[in-house]
């Protein structure tokens, strides 16, 4: 739930600012005619969400167990994919946002054509929306604890909801640069979890090599899938099962958090171990970058009007 809950939050918060913004600027010029049409673009997008989630889940049912597993583990690479390019796009572009999506309502505007807000309101809301459903149906099949997980999503997103209000009416003052920083730190440590389950489910389909396919170390003592440095590097990383039972409270708390899972293979770790070392450097090193232009142009005080 709390994993879910910061993927509603960040995502939510993300698409609340960005509606914002458009309302907001719309009433300033005096166009509240048009409003209409820009929360139709929002609802079609919040409905072709919502689709794609049904069509996932229902879907799903139909397969095999090879399908469900390769279907389950290319959606979560692709679930990885565009969470990273957010996080990078939203650290890139939040300080030109504002003017960027105003711009988009003028040339709409000047070109009459009306239709165009309802294509930048869809199109503002469905990127996030597309994105929030691809990760939280790979979390929910990771986690096996749909309800929990949606409760948890429901919650951000109302959360989200709310705080977007209470900033556009300057109710709320809070620092969206140092929010996106945080949260996207966040998010790459549960994006790499998403990454290291994707890996599994593609090695229990056959996708990918590893301890469910004949290439796997076998033990000679047990006759098992070998653990540790003379499995590398198609065999188990380690095995604290009987520490840590699967599916227990702890087990689902580490799975959410870090995408700890008891037993894991030399691959999944290398691919988490990867993403983080790797995203995680290029993070940092833009954040470095942003907070020493914020200096420069002295902009130091906190964002309270929907740009990051």
Not at 34 to 60: C, D, K, P, Y
Not at 121 to 144: A, D, N, P
């Amino acid at each position: 739930m709390l994993s879910t809950l910061l993927i509603g939050l960040r995502e939510g918060l993300e698409a609340a600012i960005v509606v914002g913004i458009l309302v907001a600027y719309l009433v300033r010029v005096g166009r509240r005619d048009v409003l209409a049409r820009l929360w139709t673009g929002v609802g079609l997008a919040v409905a072709l969400a919502l689709g794609v989630g049904a069509v996932l889940t229902f879907g799903s049912y139909t397969l095999t167990f090879e399908g469900q597993e390769i279907l389950g583990g290319s959606l979560s690479l692709v679930a990885v994919a565009m969470v990273t390019w957010m996080i990078f796009w939203m650290q890139r572009a939040g300080r030109g946002l504002k003017r960027a999506l105003e711009g988009d309502i003028d040339r709409a505007l000047a070109t009459s054509s009306l239709w165009g807000i309802v294509a930048i309101g869809f199109v503002s809301v469905s990127r996030e929306g597309i994105e929030t459903t691809l990760l939280l149906w790979s979390m929910v099949q990771s986690f096996g604890d749909a309800p929990s997980a949606l409760l948890g999503a429901l919650l951000g997103l109302a959360l989200a909801v709310v705080l977007g209000w209470l900033i556009a009416r300057g109710m709320v003052r809070l620092d969206l640069r140092r929010f996106f920083t945080w949260t996207g730190a966040l998010l790459i440590v549960v994006a790499a979890g998403v990454l290291a389950y994707a890996v599994h489910d593609l090695q229990e389909a056959g996708v990918v090599p590893g301890p469910f396919s004949a290439v796997a170390p076998i033990d000679a003592a047990t006759g098992a899938v070998a653990i540790g440095l003379a499995a590398v590097p198609f065999g188990w990383a380690f095995d604290v099962s009987a520490a840590i039972a699967p599916g227990s409270p702890l087990a689902a708390i580490l799975q959410a958090t870090v995408g700890f899972m008891p037993r894991m293979s030399w691959i999944q770790v290398f691919a988490w171990t990867g993403y983080i070392v790797v995203v995680g450097s290029f993070f940092v090193r833009g954040a470095r970058s942003h907070r020493v232009v914020a200096r420069v142009a002295g902009s130091a005080a906190p964002v309270t009007q929907g740009t990051a």
